[in-house]
């Protein structure tokens, strides 16, 4: 397991690392996305779609039916989730997210209200405010496996730039 923190000074920081996570998103990718409400959850999610469907113009927000879900001209279907709504971590598997964590990238905000269906395997996204209450956000990133690969990758390139 590797753990990265990083400060985004804006929301273009954190659009950045969302690119960035992008391009190396593969079937079975599980990004799960916490913090409190406005935290950049959705900044981040909409950065990595944007850049996987850049034909996308409408990115809607999945907060009442809890899943969007995106077919990129190449590659695995792309799944958004937003859990806030998700009364127990059992609802979610009326979702199907089970055979989406398999077959698909999955981006998910609200992650831990999954309990013990968030796959071990997942990239950790924590995005808290900063300390001087402006634009500013506190990233931590943890991984296993190949995201120790990015998690290192990202500290090199996010140098200088966030
Ligand atoms: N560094 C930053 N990174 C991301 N968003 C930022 C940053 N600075 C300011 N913001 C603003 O904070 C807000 C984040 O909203 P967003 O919808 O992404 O939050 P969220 O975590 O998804 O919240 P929710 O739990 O309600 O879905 C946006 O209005 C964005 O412009
Ligand atoms: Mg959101």
Same mark, same amino acid.
């Given at each position: ?31 799960? =996305? *916490?913090? +409190?409400?406005? &935290? ?6 909409? /950065?990595? @779609?944007?850049? $996987? %469907?850049?034909? #996308? ?28 709504? =998700? *009364?127990? +971590?059992?609802? &979610? ?6 055979? /989406?964590? @398999?077959?698909? $990238? %999955?981006?998910? #905000? ?53």
């Amino acid at each position: 397991m590797t753990r990265l923190d990083l400060t985004l000074r804006d929301p273009a920081a954190t659009e950045r690392l969302g690119h960035f996570i992008a391009g190396w998103l593969k079937a079975g990718d599980v990004v799960a =996305l *916490d913090g +409190p409400l406005g &935290a950049g959850k959705s900044v981040l999610a909409r /950065a990595i @779609i944007r850049h $996987v %469907c850049p034909q #996308e113009d409408d990115i809607p927000s999945p907060t009442f039916t809890l899943v969007q879900t995106y077919e990129p001209a190449e590659g695995p279907s792309l799944m958004h989730f937003d859990l806030y709504r =998700l *009364d127990s +971590p059992e609802d &979610a598997l009326e979702l199907g997210i089970e055979d /989406a964590f @398999i077959d698909s $990238v %999955c981006l998910v #905000e609200w992650a831990q209200r999954l309990g013990p269906y968030l796959p071990r395997t997942a990239l950790n996204v924590a995005i808290n405010p900063g300390p001087d209450n402006n634009d500013t956000r506190a990233v931590s990133l943890a991984g296993g496996g190949r995201w120790q690969t990015l998690i290192t990758e990202i500290d090199t390139q996010m140098q200088g730039v966030n």
